[in-house]
């Protein structure tokens, strides 16, 4: 239980400290959030009006007091940019960027793991050379070329994909596939090839132990012995490699979405800094951190499940 | 151990299937591919509006939608012309100094309350802060007071007389809002426009929907306009292909890519594109200088790789979109001449050229481009420019605002309005990005705001077209076409001199 | 077929070392030859195919696409080097301290590490670029920060395990200086990760590179960068693909080139990983 309090402490120690940063990052940042959203057309009168009403006249750090002070009670206050509260932005967002996240984990999950485990099973065959070199090449392409060459070759030849925008799940299952699946793939295929060597390497070092042998040599099935020890054995190594690649996804999702058009947290996230809007880039990079943070959690907790030695 | 890869080979299978089978089966249903029976448009925009509170907007990108809904005493006719809208007609007084409106009969705000002076009243107040200490613009510092004398008049009384005034009176800058909305203008807009708002969602769209008791009579046809934000070019292309999109702005160079299956609409954008001095610097303080990089910088060139061709020359800060108060032949002062450049640049002292910066926001490739031309001009008469690019939000903090710079490149939006088009160069406006200091061009424009009759007042414009251009003020460029590529079966679409999306009489036809 | 496997077997150093090596020869060359200057325009003979003319046909302002490829070699190359240098120098010596040390000095330090490898590296790079600026040595410094927080957890797992070790304790018991015996005595066992760390954190900050000119940051015009390319030829992906490809699988390729080394020296290292 201790060790659960403490892994649950230094989480909030975590987001306390990514909040700093971001404060730290916008104090040295030029650049001013009414100006940039009305433009070199704008009328002074005007710009400091707005500025008053929104409290931007204020200094930073008289701000973030603010801001630290509304979180605590679980108010992120008003975006710049959008004049809305941060939550409800954040709350517009997360179904699409969680989709999102959760089809590319599924393509990554359903690609990787049935290749890594047949590579596994024969190991230095020229298909597994084959593997590994074409899966290394997804992950050297940039993520937005990727995406585009996607758009180019699969989603202008089949009418299933809607290139740009985002269509609910609760309006039509399949548009929304249409226009997640592009994009989670563009995520997805780097993955694959580090998650595929992981898998790989796990399973060959399991079978490789003394148990297999012994098991084998008392004629038990492959498919149990497969099912039964080897993967079950071989899951934790790669559940640490699933942890790594759901942050790496949450990342990969803010470029991509910006490609495909989505608006998702990612994209949001883009605007928000480009924007200089500090709730708003404040409320995201905290509900992201807190994401990615929680997940390495619960990892850490299976973790220890399935093997307690591992309690530091 | 065979029979386990068996077992996994049906998976990948499957979802490969699965993947191939649900591309082949067309979910076109949601595509409004159809479009015979149904009036609805689906419109990208690059950018989301800053602010739904027409008061509060400033973006002509915002406005290209927002116009949609709101109306103002005028409009803004397609050749640039002030038109009365909300008012059904207008008086000046000889003096210049009163406005007298009569406004409209039978106008109904989208909530069903009919349009009242009381309305017109507030919403002009709104705008000049009075009760709440918090102006919105100084474009109405000049009035001196506001009356209705009953309730289909509404009088306008200036301090001094200003020729420029009417145009501040179109739904840019003082749309007509209802008083009992108040406090909700930018949650829950409510106009007397064509449509009206339904929804917005974030970096997603914008709908509108017909409004039905549109004080024009038989208008709109269209059910329903979404507005899509969609900040790549490529991927809008692309979605206007697949039949997502009805009407896209499509580079030039995409041109040939839509010109067989889509209908295109050149619009003059009435922006005038220039490479700005730092006038208040060395040596740009010296008219040699501007004047030799004027005649160095090949605006031809710049045409052709950045705008394939689909832009206008342009010598002074006004594009011929403006009518009659544009001033021709200024494109052909300076036109490309190493020698002249050069042979200028040593009587300004420089025969070797100088070391300069040019400073340019990221947030439009076509900066870039133009700058990576502009160097390689400077080049030929011996000066060294670094191109420095920045963040939109630098730019318009440390170049815009602090005006610390060399040279940078910047597209400036044409108003309706001359006087608002190039109100910027008078020495002491606060929107002097390049320090221009004239006391001739100082003199005229004060003098033009005054000037009644408008005959005189184009001549004065000319004559202010004319020093920019002599003096060098900047290298004006290009004003640049927006190309519109849309639906084959929209009809309607009207071109304006500003941003605008007039969609009040368009539909779509067989 | 035995001798196919064999190749198999080293793919990744053998393909790898001839991609990096393919490119270490262009950007050499390419600081005495390109058979076209750089900057040098020809706008009437802009989005030319490729022909014997230009290899790789010309861009927007009518530039050789290939002299600017190999010139971008040195930009990859620049921003790869800067990068890495700066995360592995910096990441190494808090890394270091921070495993040798360990107590709170270990635990403020990572704590921080943690937090900035919880930011998406992207926005880290992003947020960095808007204070530094774009350009070349801002991007490269700007990614080079980006690499620390994950060098850093390397190096610090690896003295962490080596400060245990027998030899380092002899070293201790001699009274030796905590810092000769840190980089002396620990650093020369643990540099293999190190390697591969910093193999693949050259890869992370070509990609990183074109992802900040995607969003039309990274290094910016006129030096050439393929980054700058990749961007700058998207509209012309229907009409001039030739332009797209070219930038595209240079990326890719050299990005690959680095992956596979790492994984090369990641096998040799640990044969575990290869048998």
Known sequence: MAYFIRRLFLLFITLVLVSLITFAVFQIIPGD???????PEADETQIE???????????????????????????FGKSIRFSRPVSDLIYDRIPITFSLAVLSVILVVIIAIPLGIYVA??????????????????????????????????????????????VPWSESILGALGTLILPALTIAIPQIAVS????????????????????????????????????????????????????????????????????????LLITAISYRDFPLVQGIVMYITLIVVFINFIIDILYSIIDPRIRL | MQNVFKKLVPITIFFALFLVISACSTGDSDKNKDGSSSQEINIRVNNDPDFLDPHMAEASITFQMLLNIFDGLMVGDTDGSLKPALAKDYSISDDGLTYTFTIRDNVKFHNGDPLTTEDIMYSFERLMGKGSGKPLTSNFDNIASLEAPDDKTFVITLKEPNSAFLSYLTAQDSAILPKSNDGKHN???????????????????????????????????????????????????????AGEMDFVSVGAHRVPEVENNFKLEYQNSNATLLVGFNEAREPFNDTRVRQAINYAINKDDIIEAVFSGYATKIGSNMSPAMGAFYEEGLEKMYDHDVEKAKNLLSEAGYPDGFET????????????????????????????????????????????KGRDYDMTIIDFTGKLSPYETIKRYQSEDSGNLVHFSNNEYDELMKNVLLETDENRQIEMYHRAQEILAEEAAAAFIADYQIIWAMNPKMEGYKLYPYFFHDLSEVKLVD | MKRL???????????????????????????????????????????????????????????????????????????????????????????????????????????????????????????????FGSGMWNTAIALGLMAIPGIARIARSGFLQTKEQDFVLAAKAMGIKPITIMFRHILPNVSSPLIVAASIAFAVAILAEAGLSYLGLGVQPPDPSWGRMLKDSQPYLVSAPWYTYAPGVAITLVVLGFYMLSNAISEISDPRMRD
């Open chain 1, 121 to 166: 099973k024969k190991p230095n065959s020229l298909m597994d050379y084959a593997l590994s070199t074409v899966t290394q090449v997804g992950m050297a392409i940039p993520s937005f070329w990727l995406g585009m060459l996607l758009i180019l070759y699969l989603g202008m030849t089949f009418s299933f994909f809607q290139i740009s925008g985002y």
């Open chain 3, 5 to 131: 496997r064999n190749v198999g077997k080293h793919i990744n150093l053998l393909l790898g070392g001839a991609i990096l090596v393919f490119f270490l020869v262009m950007m050499t060359v390419s600081f005495f030859y390109t058979p076209y200057g750089v900057e040098e325009m020809d706008i009437p003979n802009k989005l030319q195919s490729p022909s014997a003319a230009h290899l790789l046909g010309t861009d927007e302002f009518g530039r050789d696409i290939f002299s600017r490829m190999m010139k971008g070699t040195q930009t990859a190359f620049f921003v790869g080097i800067v990068a890495v240098g700066i995360g592995l120098v910096v990441g190494t010596i808090v890394g270091g301290i921070s495993g040798y040390l360990g107590g709170w000095v270990d635990e403020i330090i990572m704590r921080v590490i943690d937090a900035l490898m919880a930011f998406p590296g992207i926005i880290l790079a992003l947020m960095l670029v808007a204070v």
């Open chain 1, 33 to 39: 959030p009414i100006r940039i959203m009305l433009g």
């Open chain 1, 196 to 267: 595929f060597r992981y898998i790989r390497t796990s399973v060959l070092e399991q079978m490789q132990r003394d148990y297999v042998r012994t098991a084998r040599s008392k004629g038990m099935r492959e498919g149990s012995l497969m099912y039964r020890h080897v993967l079950r054995n071989a899951m934790i190594p790669i559940l640490t490699v699933f942890g790594l690649i759901f942050a790496e996804v949450v990342a990969g999702t803010i470029i991509v979405e910006q490609v495909f058009g989505l608006p998702g947290l990612g994209s």
């Open chain 2, 357 to 400: 910066t040019i400073s340019i926001s990221s947030h439009a490739a076509m900066y870039t481009d133009v700058a990576q031309i502009v160097v390689e001009n400077l080049k030929e008469i011996g000066i060294k420019a670094k191109i420095e690019v920045v963040e939109w939000g630098i730019w318009l903090d440390r170049i815009y």
């Open chain 2, 187 to 241: 949650e829950e807009p409510i106009g007397t426009g064509p449509f009206k708002y339904q929804s917005y969602s974030p970096q997603n769209n914008l709908v509108l929907v017909k409004n039905k008791d549109y004080w024009k009579e038989g208008l709109p046809y269209l059910d329903k306009v979404t507005f899509t934000f969609q900040p790549d070019d490529q991927t809008a292309l692309m979605s206007l292909q």
């Open chain 1, 49 to 75: 009006t707005l500025e008053k009403e929104l409290g931007l006249d204020q200094p930073l750090h008289i701000q973030y007091v603010d801001w630290v002070g509304g979180a605590i009670t679980g108010d």
